[in-house]
């Protein structure tokens, strides 16, 4: 029997651009940044999508986006900061998105583009045209999207699945 799976993908808030000295992996998020992160915390706990398990980058500004979000969850999710986010590729968020246990129904990842926009525009394969749409215009920080389908994790990357929701900060 197939089970219905919830992928909630979430970017990082806005960033500070690295000083000369500053790696990449180090910026910190603006005060924008976080306002940006507490919003799309909101926008998934007044629409109850809630992760059970999350896979973030180990870079500053995702934890710091995670963190911000979290504040409006009402349980705090299990975490793995894993460094194969960072800056990871389509086809790599693929294959940590396999090694989900299938116990697990609501997954978020949280990273960078262009990964997780190449991620969400693959998984993003029937819904709301408008959203679709919209996907395909921009992918700004901390855009959220709430991808549905059913199987497994290692198969998602083949799975009927369904854009549920693609939201952005207001500007």
């Known amino acids: 029997m197939q089970t219905k799976k919830t992928l909630i993908i979430l970017r990082h808030g806005q960033a500070r651009n690295a000083g000369i000295s500053e790696h990449d992996h180090n910026r910190k998020l603006t005060s924008k ?12 706990a007044d629409r109850n999508i809630i992760p059970e398990y999350i896979l973030c980058s180990t870079a500053t500004r995702t934890r710091e986006t995670l963190a911000e979000a979290q504040i409006s969850f009402a349980e705090k999710p299990a975490v793995n900061y894993s460094e194969k986010i960072y800056n990871a590729s389509e086809n790599e968020l693929f294959n940590q998105i396999a090694m989900i246990p299938e116990n697990i129904k609501k997954l978020m990842v949280v990273g960078h583009n262009p990964g997780l926009y190449q991620l969400a525009l693959s998984l993003a394969k029937e819904g709301d045209k408008q959203m679709h749409n919209n996907l ?30 693609f939201l952005t900060p207001e500007k």
């Not at 901390?142 to 854009?163: Q, R």
């Open 136 to 165: 395909q215009m921009e992918f700004p920080t901390c855009s959220l999207v709430v991808i549905n389908f059913e199987g497994e994790w290692v198969n998602i990357s083949h799975a009927h699945s369904k854009l549920a929701l």
């Open 33 to 44: 940044g976080r306002e940006e992160a507490i919003w799309a915390g909101e926008a998934l």
